[in-house]
């Protein structure tokens, strides 16, 4: 039987990669990926010429079955997602519990996150801090912001290019006090990071390049600057 490789990969920069996650690349059977185009420009980048297995959120009901069945057949398999760690916010979950409900080895190589990327840069404690990922885009969205409101704990969450500006009004109105880091475009050429509160940031935010990929970190209710 083969084993299932979860492997993380850069988010924006493709130095980012670890060592021993091009080792794996190189060495496995077959690389299962979200889209070829994103893990091509990864792989060509590196020389890496391998099969390519497509699972994402639309297929992965359909190819999980035929995926076990070629590591249970003795194919060493990768998984990547699009960038990141794969599972983390991302299509994958389902992969990997297949796999260890069939008494597949799964085995994780570790490296770039854009939770923890963004915690570590944020200036907010981090000792104790829960993920949430995108909130609801409409039903159930105010009644997360209502829960969140009073969490004790650091919050983490990701937000697109199209719904900043409201994510942060947003914001302000539920976490008027509390101290945010809004992180843009995370290791890339263009990486930015906001700091203050929701209004401080917003009268900033009009007169910047608001396009790209962002990661929301917000201070725990009780913790002062």
Not at 7 to 15: E, M, Q
Request: with cysteine; net charge neutral; hydrophobic share 40%.
């Amino acid at each position: 039987m083969g084993k299932l490789y979860v492997v993380a990969t850069p988010i924006g920069n493709l130095s980012d990669i670890t060592f021993r996650a091009i080792e794996t690349l190189k060495s496995v059977d077959l690389i299962i990926c979200e889209d070829t185009r994103v893990t091509k420009i990864l792989l060509d980048h590196y020389s890496i010429s391998k099969p390519l297995f497509v699972i994402n959120a639309q297929n992965e009901t359909r190819k999980i079955p035929e995926l076990i069945n070629k590591i249970r057949s003795g194919l060493n398999c990768a998984f990547v997602s699009d960038a990141g760690t794969p599972s983390i916010s991302d299509p994958g979950t389902r992969v990997v519990n297949a796999a260890i409900k069939d008494g597949i080895e799964v085995i994780g190589i570790p490296g770039p996150s854009a939770v923890t990327l963004a915690l570590s840069i944020s200036g907010l404690p981090t000792d104790a801090f829960v993920f949430e990922g995108f909130l609801p885009q409409k039903k159930g969205r105010q009644t997360k912001l209502k829960e969140l409101a009073v969490e004790e704990r650091t919050i983490v969450l990701y937000e697109s290019t199209y719904r900043i500006e409201k994510f942060l009004n947003e914001l302000n109105e539920y976490f008027p006090e509390r101290q945010i880091a809004v992180c843009r475009e995370l290791t890339k050429k263009f990486e930015e990071v906001w700091r203050g509160t929701a209004s401080e940031i917003l009268s900033d935010f009009s007169n910047k390049v608001t396009k790209g990929e962002f990661v929301v970190v917000i201070a725990p209710i009780n913790f002062k600057m």
